[in-house]
């Protein structure tokens, strides 16, 4: 199933207390069980600005889907197309 990254702006999110992000990925959570089991948060990287979220899910109105449903923001939606890391370079 393919990769998505989510960029979701949200001012001032690296300044989210741990209890705020912990509400935020409970009613992510709450919306993806809700859902069923085509959709997974992979997981997120939170920045000073946005939140960068890595999905798995069949395609991009599943993603919108669930951020509609969470309230959350899906600002740019972008599928990955491959994956490379360090051992790409052996």
């Not at 709450?30 to 899910?57: H, P």
């Not at 509609?68 to 197309?81: H, L, M, Q, T």
């Amino acid at each position: 199933m393919p990769k998505f990254i989510i960029e979701r702006e949200i001012p001032g999110a690296g300044d989210l207390t741990a209890a705020e992000l912990q509400a935020i990925s409970q009613k992510s959570c709450r919306v993806l069980g809700e859902m069923g089991t085509e959709i997974q948060w992979v997981n997120s990287y939170v920045t000073d600005e946005k939140i960068y979220c890595v999905y798995i899910a069949p395609n991009e109105k599943t993603i919108r889907e669930h951020a509609s449903k969470g309230e959350f923001p899906a600002d740019s939606i972008c599928k990955v197309r491959k994956i490379i890391d360090p051992t790409t370079a052996e």
